[in-house]
C-alpha cells in the first residue's frame, strides 16, 4: 500500500479525534471532581454548535469571536446545571445517571422544539486545501486540529498552574483532604462543571462548519469521547489524549480496510482489548 | 415458627403482583390495553433481574443484549432446527446464561464506572455483531420476520394455544410470575442479605468472607438467564427481530424504570415499569412535548425522591407524623422503640 | 504508604501489638495481610500456609479476620444482620440452597444466627432489643464490639484489630482491654495497631514497632520501653506532634 494513504487515513482519523478528546476531557474532568457521569454532555457539545450556528449564520459575526462566545455561552450554562442539579448528584452515580439522562432529552427536544429538526449548515470561515506531495487536507480541518491541539494546551497549563486550576485536581484526588486545606468544594465543583462543558462546547464550536448542527449531534461524540477515556483511564488528562489518538489510529486506518460499521466494532473491541490488559485504562490509577 | 414481618411483606407484595396481573384481563380486553399490559410483563421480567445486579451496585448497562442472545437464539433454534418454543425458550435463557459467564467474568473485572463503560462497549459489539455479520443467521440490517408463535402446549390433555393477545399475555404473566418466584425469594435470603451487604460495603464483605465477585458473576448470569428468556417471549410475541431492539435506547428505558423505582427494594422496578410506562402514554397527549416532560419528570423524580417511588409511602408517612406528632416525633428521635 | 524489608511472626495464642508513629505504614501491613493489597514482593504464611496472593475472602476462610481504622460496618442493616453477614462462611453459601430452602441450608442459617446471637451476649450486646437495631444508631463503643465481633463471626483464628481503643472513654477502654485478655485466654491470636501506649504495654505479650515502614525493634514491652531507637523515632514523633 503506498505510504501517502496511510498518512492520509491517519490524519483523517486524527483531525476528529482530536476534537473528540475534548469532549473526553470536559467529561473526565466533571466526572473526577464530581463522581458522577454526565450522560448529557453531548448536549452541551450540541449547544455550542449551535451558539456557533447563531453567530455565523443569522448574526453574521466572524467564526473566532463567536467560537469563543460559544465556548462561554456554554460554560455559563454549565454553571447552571451544576447549581441547580448535579450539586445534589455529587458521588450518587446511578441517580445522576437517570438525572442526565432526562437532562439530554430535555435539552435534545427542547432544541429541537426551539431551532427544528432540519440540519443547520454554518458556513465555513476557512477554504483551500494544503497539499504535501499526495496527501491532502483542508485548511479548515488544519485550523480544527490546532484549535484542539491549543485548547488541550491551555487546559493542561490551567490545571497544572493556575490555583483554581490545582484546586481541581486537588479536589479530584481527595476532597476532604481539599476541603481540609481550605479549599471551597461547592465553588471548586462548579467551576469544574462549567469548564468540562465548555470544553463540550468549544469542540460544538469547532466541527460545526465541518458538520452541520442539528439536534442529536451530541449523541456520536460523547460515545467516541467514552471510548477515549476509558481507553485512557478516568480522570487522567495525558490519558484521554493518548485515548483520542490511539482512536484515531485504529479508526483511521481500520477505514482503509473496513466498512464503517466494523470500524465502529473496532473502537469497541479497542475498549474492551485495553479494559482486560489494564482494568482502569492505560492511565488509571491502579 | 410465624413468619417474620419481612416474609409477610414479601408474600403480601407477591399476592398483588399476582392478583394483579392475572386478573387484569377481567378487566379489560381491548386490544391496546392488553398490548402494553403485555410489554410491562416483560420489562418486569427485565427490571427485576436488573436490579437483582444492580443490588450489589453494578449497573450492566449489557443487560438487553442477554435479552438479544435469547431472542435470536430461540428464533434461529425454531426457524432453522424446528425445535418447539417449549424448548426453544429454555435454550434461549440457558444461552444467555452461558455468554453471560465469559461477559460477565471480563467485565466484573471492574467496578463503578468502568463496569458500566465496559458493560456499555459490550453491548454495543453485540448489536452491531447482531446488525452486520452472519447476515444469513441474523438477518443483517433487516432483521428478522415471520418469526412463528409459540407452539400448542398440551397440558393434562388440555391444548393450549398461544395466538390471541390475551392468551399471549398469560404466558408472559406465567414467566414473571416464575421470575418473580425466583427473585424475591432470593431477595429475603442469605444470597439477597449479602448482595445488599456488598453495596454498602464490598471491601468489608470479602474480608468477612465473602467471594464478592463469585456472587457478582451468579448475579449476572442469573440476571442474564432471565433476560434470555424474556428475549424469546418477545421474538415469538413480536415475530419480528432487529438489532434495535436491543440497543442502547430500550436499555436505558430499562434502566429508568428500574431506578426511577428504587433499587433498594425488589418492588422498587415493579413500581417503576408500572407507573412510568402508563404515565407516558397518558404524557403523549404533550404531542411534541412528550420527551421534554419525561425528562423533567425524571430529573425531579430524582432530586426529590433519591431512593425512587417505592421509598414515597415512607416519606408521607413520616411528613403525615412529622405533621401529626409535632415536636415529640423530634425528640423520640434517636431513641429505639 | 509504603512498608519495605518486614519480617514478623505472630505467635499463636499471643495479643501481638504494632505500633509506631504515625505513617509507620501500620495500616498498611494490615491491608497486605488480610489481601486488601496485594505485595508487591515477599510472602505472608498463617499456620504454615501461604496465603499472600490469596483473595481476602478466601484469607479469611483460612482463619484471618480484621477490623478497620474508620470503624467499618454495614451502615443501612441492624445489628444482627450485620452479625449474619459475618457469620457467612458457616452458612451455606450460593442460589440453589437459598433458592430450595434445603435442610441443610435452614439448619446452617439457625446455626448462624445463633452465633450471632451468642456473639451480641458475650460483648454486652444482647437482647433482642438490641439485635433489631440499625447500626448507625449505635453509640460508638457498641460499635467498636460489633466490628470486633463481626471479625469473630468469621471463626478467624487470628483477628488484626485496628485502633480496638480509638474514641473510647478510659472505662470503656478498660472494659475492652478486658474483653481482648479474655479472648486470647481462650485461645484466639490478636494482632493489633493501637496509639494508647499505656494500654498496649500492659496488654500484648510481644510488641513491633515500625517507623517508615521498616521495623525497628521487636521485643517483649519492657524491651521495648528500653529500647533506645524506639525512643527516639517513637518519642521524637510524639513531641514532634505536640
Known amino acids: ?286 | 415458627m410465624p413468619p417474620s414481618p419481612a416474609l409477610r411483606r414479601a408474600l403480601i407484595g407477591y399476592g398483588l403482583l399476582a392478583a394483579g396481573s392475572l386478573g387484569l384481563p377481567l378487566v379489560t380486553r381491548d386490544s391496546y390495553h392488553v398490548d402494553v399490559a403485555t410489554t410491562i410483563l416483560m420489562n418486569l421480567v427485565l427490571t427485576m433481574s436488573l436490579r437483582l445486579e444492580i443490588s450489589t451496585g453494578q449497573l450492566n448497562m449489557a443487560h438487553i443484549s442477554f435479552m438479544g442472545i435469547g431472542a435470536y437464539a430461540s428464533t434461529i433454534l425454531m426457524m432453522r432446527g424446528g425445535y418447539s418454543f417449549w424448548i426453544t425458550l429454555w435454550v434461549a435463557g440457558v444461552m444467555a446464561a452461558v455468554w453471560a459467564v465469559p461477559i460477565g467474568g471480563l467485565a466484573l473485572r471492574v467496578s463503578g464506572p468502568y463496569y458500566f463503560l465496559i458493560t456499555f462497549a459490550f453491548s454495543e459489539v453485540v448489536r452491531l455483531i447482531f446488525n452486520n455479520f452472519f447476515a444469513e443467521w441474523f438477518g443483517g440490517p433487516s432483521g428478522l420476520v415471520q418469526i412463528p408463535k409459540p407452539d400448542p402446549l398440551r397440558l393434562a390433555g388440555v391444548q393450549l394455544t398461544f395466538v390471541g393477545k390475551v392468551e399471549l399475555y398469560y404466558l408472559m404473566c406465567a414467566l414473571l410470575l416464575l421470575a418473580a418466584a425466583v427473585l424475591v425469594r432470593l431477595d429475603y435470603s442469605r444470597f439477597g442479605l449479602v448482595g445488599n451487604a456488598i453495596r454498602q460495603g464490598d471491601v468489608l464483605a470479602e474480608t468477612l468472607g465473602v467471594w464478592v465477585f463469585r456472587y457478582k458473576l451468579t448475579a449476572f448470569v442469573l440476571g442474564s438467564f432471565m433476560a434470555g428468556i424474556a428475549g424469546a417471549f418477545f421474538a415469538h410475541s413480536h415475530q419480528v427481530l432487529h438489532s434495535s431492539d436491543f440497543s442502547l435506547e430500550p436499555m436505558v428505558l430499562l434502566v429508568v424504570f428500574t431506578v426511577i423505582g428504587g433499587t433498594g427494594s425488589v418492588w422498587g422496578p415493579v413500581v417503576g415499569t408500572v407507573v412510568l410506562t402508563i404515565a407516558s402514554e397518558f404524557m403523549r397527549e404533550f404531542h411534541y412535548y412528550e420527551i421534554l416532560v419525561y425528562g423533567a419528570v425524571l430529573i425531579l423524580t430524582m432530586l426529590l425522591l433519591p431512593e425512587g417511588l417505592i421509598s414515597l409511602p415512607g416519606k408521607l408517612g413520616r411528613l403525615v407524623r412529622r405533621g401529626g406528632g409535632g415536636e415529640a416525633e423530634a425528640m423520640g428521635a434517636g431513641v429505639a422503640p | 504508604m509504603a512498608v519495605s524489608d518486614l519480617s514478623m511472626m505472630v505467635t499463636p495464642g499471643a495479643i501481638h501489638g504494632l505500633i509506631g508513629p504515625n505513617g509507620a505504614g501500620k495500616s498498611t501491613v494490615f491491608n497486605l495481610i488480610s489481601g486488601v493489597l496485594s505485595l508487591s514482593a515477599g510472602e505472608i504464611f498463617f499456620k504454615g500456609e501461604r496465603i499472600s496472593g490469596l483473595r481476602p475472602s478466601e484469607i479469611c476462610r483460612r482463619g484471618v479476620a480484621r477490623t478497620f481504622q474508620a470503624t467499618t460496618l454495614f451502615r443501612e442493616f441492624t445489628v444482627l444482620q450485620n452479625l449474619l453477614v459475618a457469620a457467612h462462611l458457616r452458612a451455606a453459601d450460593g442460589l440453589a440452597p437459598a433458592l430450595f430452602a434445603s435442610p441443610a441450608y435452614r439448619r446452617k442459617e439457625r446455626e448462624a444466627l445463633a452465633s450471632a446471637q451468642e456473639n451480641l451476649t458475650s460483648l454486652g450486646l444482647g437482647g433482642t432489643a438490641q439485635a433489631g437495631r440499625s447500626v448507625e444508631k449505635l453509640p460508638h463503643r457498641d460499635q467498636k464490639a460489633l466490628s470486633i465481633a463481626m471479625a469473630l463471626a468469621t471463626g478467624a483464628e487470628l483477628v488484626l484489630l485496628d485502633e480496638p481503643l480509638a474514641g473510647l472513654t478510659a472505662q470503656e477502654r478498660e472494659e475492652t482491654l478486658g474483653a481482648l485478655r479474655r479472648l486470647r485466654d481462650r485461645g484466639l491470636t490478636i494482632l493489633l495497631v493501637e496509639h494508647d501506649m499505656k494500654a498496649v504495654m500492659g496488654l500484648c505479650d510481644v510488641v513491633t514497632v515500625l517507623d517508615h515502614g521498616v521495623r525497628i525493634a521487636e521485643g517483649t514491652p519492657r524491651e521495648i520501653q528500653e529500647n533506645p531507637a524506639v525512643i527516639e523515632a517513637y518519642l521524637g514523633a510524639e513531641d514532634a506532634r505536640a
Not at chain 1, 33 to 56: C, D, K, P, R, S
Not at chain 1, 207 to 230: E, R
Open chain 1, 1 to 286: 500500500m503506498p505510504i501517502e494513504l496511510l498518512v492520509q487515513a491517519l490524519l483523517n482519523g486524527f483531525a476528529l479525534a482530536l476534537v473528540y478528546v475534548l469532549v473526553a476531557l470536559g467529561l473526565t474532568l466533571i466526572f473526577s471532581i464530581l463522581g458522577i457521569i454526565n450522560f448529557a454532555h453531548g448536549e452541551f457539545y450540541m449547544l455550542g454548535g449551535y451558539a456557533t450556528y447563531f453567530g455565523v449564520a443569522v448574526f453574521g459575526l466572524h467564526y473566532v469571536p463567536t467560537l469563543l462566545l460559544a465556548i462561554g455561552a456554554v460554560g455559563l450554562a454549565g454553571v447552571v446545571a451544576e447549581r441547580l442539579i448535579f450539586r445534589h448528584l455529587r458521588g450518587k452515580t446511578l441517580n445522576a445517571f437517570i438525572v442526565s439522562l432526562g437532562l439530554l432529552w430535555v435539552l435534545q427536544s427542547g432544541a429541537q422544539l426551539t431551532f427544528g429538526v432540519l440540519d443547520k449548515p454554518v458556513p465555513s470561515a476557512f477554504s483551500g486545501i494544503i497539499r504535501a506531495g499526495r496527501v491532502i487536507i483542508s485548511v479548515e480541518r488544519f485550523v480544527v486540529v490546532l484549535a484542539a491541539v491549543g485548547l488541550i494546551a491551555v487546559l493542561y497549563g490551567f490545571l497544572q498552574w493556575s490555583r483554581v486550576g490545582r484546586a481541581m485536581r486537588a479536589v479530584a484526588q481527595d476532597p476532604d483532604g481539599a476541603a481540609l486545606q481550605g479549599v471551597n468544594i461547592e465553588f471548586t465543583s462548579m467551576l469544574g462543571f462549567a469548564v468540562g462543558c465548555a470544553l463540550a462546547g468549544a469542540a460544538g464550536g469547532l466541527l460545526a462548519p465541518v458538520f452541520a448542527v442539528s439536534p442529536p449531534m451530541g449523541a456520536l461524540p460523547v460515545v467516541k469521547a467514552f471510548i477515549i477515556i476509558i481507553v485512557g483511564g478516568m480522570g487522567s488528562l495525558p490519558g484521554a489524549v493518548l485515548g483520542g489518538l490511539l482512536l484515531g489510529t485504529v479508526e483511521g486506518i481500520g477505514s482503509l480496510f473496513f466498512s464503517s460499521a466494523a470500524v465502529n466494532v473496532l473502537g469497541f473491541l479497542m475498549v474492551i482489548a485495553v479494559l482486560l490488559v489494564r482494568p482502569r485504562g492505560l492511565f488509571g490509577a491502579a
